[in-house]
């Protein structure tokens, strides 16, 4: 049986529908007892439960060998995850496949690469078998602009004009369900990343042609991008974050192409074209 956090997420969800696909026996565990009361499927079981009661995370546990662990980038994170870890150590998971981030490091200057960090070091340190799957930035990160741009045909950003390889939340899901089923990858970190690194002018142009109209990309300066989002109530640490996100990224690194997606589904990561086609209606 293999447990997956974080299921009624975009990550966790598709992971769930993957290994269903695949004939693999899942448990879906959520907080909300309404999820996924809609899908019927033979193979799925659902725990409801959160990451802060140790009692729900080791009911969800029970007769679990691998776990695939993520949740929301939150200040209380390495706490919550440390409780997933103790559980599943305790209770006899063989191996947790963790979601982690492209650019974790305990010396990084953003709060969640630091967080993803300190829990990948927990694992490491843990008597389980582990996995990392370090995506680059989303794809459908982008989708937050679609009512911009359906709007006003302009989208603001801190990002800059640097180059960055996104990479398709299905395909991440892909991987961590493929690596959940096989069953190995021990001690392994996968590096996710599209097959082309792009500006985020360069995505305005390619929006452009798609939607038949003027799109324009606003470079805003990480401080005023913290600001605007601070002003919108958004917590501090988050506005931080994803104001000063590209800091995350050392220059030699921004643009890293990686083959990871290829050589485990065989073929060739979704490029930004196919995403935005595939998700155009967003930004209409
Ligand atoms: N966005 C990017 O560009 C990017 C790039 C690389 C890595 N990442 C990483 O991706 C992860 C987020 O994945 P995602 O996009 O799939 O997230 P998401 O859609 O926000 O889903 C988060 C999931 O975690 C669950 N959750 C949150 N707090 C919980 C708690 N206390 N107890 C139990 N469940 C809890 C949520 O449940 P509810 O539905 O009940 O809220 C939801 O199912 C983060 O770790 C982030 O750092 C993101």
Redesign the pocket.
């Known amino acids: 049986m293999i447990l997956v ?8 969800r598709l992971v769930v529908k993957n290994l269903l696909k695949m004939d693999v026996s899942v448990r879906a ?4 007892e309404e999820a996924f009361h809609d899908f019927e499927d033979s193979l799925l079981e659902v725990a409801v439960g ?3 009661d140790t009692k729900s995370i080791e009911k969800a546990v029970e007769g679990v060998e691998q776990l695939f662990l ?5 200040p209380d994170q390495v706490m ?1 995850h440390e409780n997933v870890i103790e559980v599943a150590e305790r209770c006899g998971v063989k191996h947790i496949v963790k ?1 982690s ?2 650019g974790a490091t305990q010396e990084s200057s953003i709060d ?1 690469m630091r967080w ?1 960090a300190e829990t990948e070091e927990r694992l490491k340190n843990s008597k389980m078998n582990w996995t990392f799957i370090r ?4 794809m459908h ?1 982008l989708l937050r602009f679609g009512d911009r741009v359906a709007e006003s045909g302009i989208f603001s950003a801190p990002m800059g004009s640097d180059k960055f390889a996104l990479v398709d939340v299905r395909d991440i899901a892909e991987v961590s369900a493929k690596v959940l089923k096989d069953g190995d990858h021990v001690s392994n970190i996968y590096t996710l990343t599209g097959p082309t690194a792009v500006t985020y002018e360069e995505i305005a142009e390619q929006l452009s042609e798609i939607l038949g109209q003027p799109v324009k990309y606003n470079a805003v300066p990480p401080k005023e991008f913290y600001e605007e989002l601070l002003e919108k109530g958004t917590p501090s640490w988050r506005a931080k974050d994803l104001a000063y996100i590209t800091e995350a990224y050392p220059d030699d690194r921004k643009s890293l192409i990686t083959n990871d997606i290829n050589t485990l589904l065989n073929r060739p990561a979704r490029n930004i074209t196919a995403f935005l086609r595939d998700y155009q209606a967003d930004f209409r």
Do not use: K, M
Request: neutral net charge; hydrophobic residues 35%; aromatic residues 12%.
């Open positions: 956090t974080g299921a009624t997420g975009q990550i966790g565990f959520v907080r909300n959160t990451f802060e993520v949740g929301r980038d939150h919550q979601l981030a492209f969640l993803h995506p680059h930035l989303y990160n």
